[in-house]
C-alpha cells in the first residue's frame, strides 16, 4: 500500500506539497488539557474552523488522516481550476480565426506541461493550508487516524486529546457506481485523475453532473476523445434547462460524444482496451476506451471515527446528521462541511465553518437554514445560480415574474464573441424582491455575487437599476434584467399621469 501522504508523480512540485500538507517528518504535540474544541478533518471546513477558533484565543487541536487541505486544494478546485484554465486557452487558439488571428498550423497541446504547471501551482497554493502554517497560529496539528473514544475523548497516534466541544469536517469521497466489470478494469476519480502524465487518447466519463462536466470538456479540449455517459436524457439535469441545453450544445461543438438517457451494464478488459457495454431503448452497444473517470456522487466519510461510542448518529449515504445550528445528536459534538450538508461546495463549508465557531464557542444562534449558497459549475460557458429555479418556486405555491437578459444584446459579451448565455432571474411576482438567479456566461462565477450580495442584503432587483456598471462589462446584464423590471412598473395608467405632469410643468 502507497504510504498515505505520497502524492504521485513523485517530482519536485507534490515533494513541496507533501512537505506542506502532511510532513514526513510531522511531530505531533503533547496535548494540551482540555482543548475548547478539537476539530476532525483538516479540509475547508476544518481549517476555516480551527483556524478562525484559534484566532479568537480558544485552544484547538486539529486532526488530518491524509492531507491538509481536503479535497479543494488536492484533487479538488485548485487542481481542476489549473487545466480548465489551460483547456480555455486551447480552444481560443482553436477559434482565433474569429477575431482576425492566424495561428500557426500545429499548435498542439503539450499535455504533460499542462499537469505539470498544474502541480507547480498547487504546490505554491498549499503554503495556505499548511501544518505549520496553523502551527504558527496557534493551532495544535496532529496527523493521524482520528477517532471518539468515549465523552470528551478523542484519540490520534497514541494519544489523547480531551475536549470541551468536537468538530467532525471529514468530507467526503467519490462514490464508487455498482457497474459490474468496472472496478475489475481499474478507473479514476477526482483523486486519481490528477496523477496522470500523460494523456488518454479515449476517455469515457460517467456522470453528467458538475464534476463529470467540468473534466469532460477540460481533458476534450486538451485532446482527448471523450465520450460521456449520464443515465438523464440531458446533462446538468438539476440544472436550469435552458441553461443546461446551451452547455449542451457547447459540448457537442466541442466534439463530445453523449451517450444519454442510457444503462451501463458492465465493464469488460481486453486487449488493452476497457470496453463499456451500455443499453439504450433495449439495445446494447459496446465502446472501447483507454481510460474511464467516475464522476457520479460521493460518499461521507464515516468510516474509523467510532460516533456510536459518543452518540452522534449518521447515515452511510447521507453523513453526520446535524440540527440547523449543525450540532450533532451530541450536544457536545458539531459538523461542518460536505459530511454534513446537501450542498458540497468549498464555500458553503467555509461558511458552515463560521457558524459552528460561533454557535460552539459563543452559544450563539446561526443557523445554516439562512445561509444564501450561490454555485457554479465551471465549463465554458460556465452556469452559476442562486436561490430558487422555476421549479422550486412552482413546487412551493409562489408565484414568480421571471426576466431573462440575453448575452447576445449585451454590447461587451458581442465585442468579446461570447454571445451564448443569459441572464435570468425570478421575482416574487408584483414585487421586486428577488428570488433566484442563474446566470451563463464565459464568468458567470464572478457575476453571480452581484445579484448574492442583493438577495443577502434584502435589495429588490429595482436596488440594482440604480447601480452604475462600468461599461462595456457582460455585467451590465444585471442592469438591464433590472431596467426592465423596472419599465414594467410603467403601466398605462402611470404613463398617462405622467404624460399629464409633463404637460402641465412646460
Wanted: aromatic residues 6%; positive net charge.
Amino acid at each position: 500500500m502507497r504510504p498515505i501522504s505520497e502524492v504521485l508523480p513523485q517530482d519536485v512540485h507534490n515533494a513541496t506539497l507533501v512537505s506542506n500538507v502532511h510532513p514526513p517528518d510531522w511531530q505531533n504535540p503533547e496535548p494540551a488539557a482540555p482543548y475548547n474544541l478539537v476539530v476532525i478533518g483538516a479540509g475547508t471546513a476544518g481549517l476555516v474552523t480551527a483556524g478562525g477558533a484559534a484566532g479568537l484565543g480558544a485552544k484547538v487541536a486539529l486532526v488530518e488522516r491524509h492531507l491538509l487541505g481536503g479535497d479543494c486544494l488536492n484533487v479538488g478546485c485548485v487542481p481542476s481550476k489549473c487545466i480548465i484554465r489551460s483547456s480555455r486557452v486551447y480552444a481560443d487558439l482553436k477559434n482565433a480565426k474569429q477575431f482576425g488571428l492566424r495561428i500557426p498550423e500545429g499548435t498542439e497541446v503539450d499535455f504533460p506541461a499542462v499537469m505539470e504547471r498544474m502541480r507547480r501551482l498547487r504546490a505554491r497554493i498549499s503554503y495556505h493550508d499548511s501544518a505549520r502554517r496553523f502551527q504558527e497560529l496557534g493551532v495544535d496539528v496532529y496527523l493521524g487516524e482520528g477517532r471518539f473514544a468515549g465523552p470528551g475523548m478523542v484519540e490520534v497516534g497514541g494519544k489523547t486529546l480531551r475536549y470541551k466541544k468536537a468538530v467532525i469536517a471529514t468530507g467526503t469521497r467519490p462514490a464508487h457506481p455498482a457497474i459490474p466489470g468496472l472496478a475489475e478494469s481499474g478507473f479514476l476519480t477526482n483523486e486519481t485523475v490528477f496523477s496522470l502524465t500523460q494523456r488518454p487518447r479515449r476517455l469515457a466519463v460517467i456522470g453528467g453532473g458538475p464534476i463529470g462536466c467540468e473534466l469532460a470538456q477540460a481533458f476534450r479540449r486538451l485532446g482527448c476523445e471523450v465520450i460521456l455517459f449520464h443515465s438523464a436524457s440531458h446533462i446538468l439535469n438539476r440544472e436550469d434547462s435552458d441553461a443546461a441545453e446551451i452547455l449542451q450544445q457547447s459540448f457537442i461543438r466541442d466534439g463530445i460524444r453523449l451517450i444519454l438517457d442510457c444503462q451501463t451494464k458492465r465493464v469488460e478488459k481486453k486487449n488493452g482496451e476497457k470496453v463499456i457495454y451500455f443499453q439504450c431503448q433495449g439495445n446494447e452497444e459496446g465502446v472501447a476506451v483507454d481510460e474511464i473517470l467516475v464522476g457520479a456522487g460521493r460518499a461521507p466519510n464515516v468510516e474509523g471515527l467510532n460516533l456510536e461510542s459518543v452518540g452522534v448518529k449518521y447515515d452511510q449515504r447521507e453523513g453526520v446528521a446535524v440540527n440547523d445550528r449543525l450540532q450533532t445528536t451530541n450536544p457536545s459534538i458539531y459538523a461542518a462541511g460536505d459530511i454534513c450538508l446537501k450542498y458540497k461546495f468549498t464555500h458553503t463549508a467555509d461558511a458552515t465553518a463560521r457558524i459552528v465557531i460561533q454557535d460552539a464557542l459563543f452559544r450563539g444562534r446561526k443557523k445554516q437554514s439562512a445561509l444564501t449558497i450561490p454555485w457554479c459549475t465551471y465549463t465554458d460557458p460556465e452556469i452559476a445560480h442562486v436561490g430558487m429555479y422555476e421549479r422550486d418556486a412552482r413546487e412551493r405555491g409562489v408565484a414568480v415574474d421571471t426576466f431573462v437578459r440575453p448575452l447576445n444584446e449585451v454590447d461587451r459579451a458581442i465585442t468579446d464573441g461570447e454571445e451564448e448565455g443569459f441572464v435570468k432571474v425570478h421575482l416574487r411576482k408584483g414585487t421586486d424582491k428577488i428570488l433566484g438567479a442563474t446566470i451563463v456566461a464565459r464568468h458567470a462565477g464572478e457575476m453571480i455575487s452581484e445579484i448574492t450580495l442583493a438577495m443577502v442584503g434584502n435589495l429588490g432587483l429595482r436596488a440594482l437599476a440604480n447601480v452604475i456598471h462600468t461599461y462595456p462589462t457582460q455585467a451590465e446584464a444585471i442592469k438591464q434584467v433590472a431596467d426592465a423590471y423596472n419599465r414594467t412598473r410603467l403601466t398605462p395608467l402611470v404613463k398617462r399621469l405622467f404624460t399629464r405632469w409633463l404637460a402641465w410643468t412646460r
